[in-house]
């Protein structure tokens, strides 16, 4: 049995009725194929994947959106691939709404609603019969027991699906992209709902918070401080993401009730215990990173973006110099092993 797992707003919504109907016509065996559409609100995107995976009965589980519609084969197509230590992306024939190209997504206009969707052109539309190394966002198949679960602590929505394929790149999983093709609308839920800008953004900064980078060319978490003189608002948001701990000059404590109250409610990290003062704390983490707050600028804060691969080709003990930065390695302990599985 293959379960198709597809977490909704909304069991009654349009997509979710039509997605249900679609896998019914073309799979109605269901000793073959399940179907778990499963709604909770109560919950982060990642968490409703989660549960819904949980009540999965099959051996192998392909994700799904709402605003989906599968095409003859596509299961038996994937079925072919999934396998032991093997993450499978499929392919999503797209609307020309976002056209940035990559292995697994195509551009063609079937429709942007089921109202004006054209079936006949989404079915003589040939993809390559090819597998290609990669795969990205929440569009793949795997074995159940090979599931690592989306962090739907980290994340409310966005980013956990750029998570878990680091996640499973860093377990050694094998992520391939094949030609199961099906067609997507495209963020006909997630990118609807009011605020969706401010939460893509507060998931961005809970990425840099977990992982401590956002592109890395060697994906290492190092347990890094930032000292900062002449912190003040403005800089203490930008930065204090991209560290473990952030000590600042302000010892009256102003600047950080001020970040806590405005960005406390946003992420699942204590600030509190984040956000030390110079005078009353020593800093003890493993690289420290020690400047001058009026001298941060654009070069700096690009020194920043790429601190854990500085650190990764570093490789020594002990003290040095860049740009504005004085930069302190007192151990090079790499802390991205422990992140790759999700706690229950």
């Known amino acids: 049995m293959i379960s198709l797992v597809a977490p909704v707003g ?141 962090d739907g602590n980290a994340f409310e929505i966005f980013c956990e699906d750029d998570d878990i394929h680091l996640r499973y790149k860093l377990g050694g999983f094998e992520s391939i992209v094949c030609p199961a093709a099906l067609y997507h609308f495209v963020s006909k839920t997630s990118r609807t709902k009011e605020g969706h800008q401010q939460r893509e953004l507060n998931s961005n900064r809970n990425f840099v918070r977990k992982w401590g980078f956002r592109q890395s060319k060697y994906a290492q978490k190092y347990n890094v401080a930032f000292v900062i003189k002449n912190c003040n608002f403005e800089l203490l948001s930008t930065l204090e993401p991209w560290c473990d701990t952030i000590y600042t000059d302000d010892e009256m404590g102003v600047l950080e009730a001020m970040y806590y109250e405005r960005e406390q409610p946003n992420t699942t990290t204590d600030l509190k215990s984040k956000i030390k003062v110079t005078k009353y704390s020593t800093p003890k983490e493993d690289i420290i990173l020690e400047f001058d707050g009026h001298q941060f600028n654009q070069n700096s804060f690009s020194i920043v973006h790429q601190l854990s691969d500085i650190i990764t080709e570093s490789g020594e003990i002990g003290t040095f110099e860049l740009d504005i930065f004085k930069i302190t390695i007192n151990k090079i302990e790499s802390f991205s092993k422990d992140l790759i599985f999700i706690s229950k």
């Open 10 to 150: 909304s069991i009654k919504s349009k997509y979710a009725i039509n997605l249900r109907k679609n896998i019914e016509e073309l799979y109605p065996n269901r000793d073959e194929v399940e179907i778990i559409i499963y709604e909770n609100d109560n919950v982060t995107l990642g968490t409703k994947y989660n549960m819904a995976v949980d009540m999965a009965k099959g051996k192998k589980i392909i994700l799904l959106h709402d605003d989906m519609v599968l095409r003859p084969g596509f299961v038996e197509e994937m079925d072919k691939y999934i396998e032991k230590n093997k993450i499978v992306t499929y392919t999503r024939i797209e609307p020309p709404i976002y056209n940035d190209l990559y292995p697994g997504k195509v551009i063609e206009d079937c429709g942007f609603d089921l109202e004006d969707f054209n079936q006949e052109k989404f079915y003589s539309i040939e993809i390559e019969d090819k597998v290609v190394p990669g795969g990205s966002q929440i569009f793949f198949g795997c074995l159940k027991e090979d599931y690592i679960g989306f």
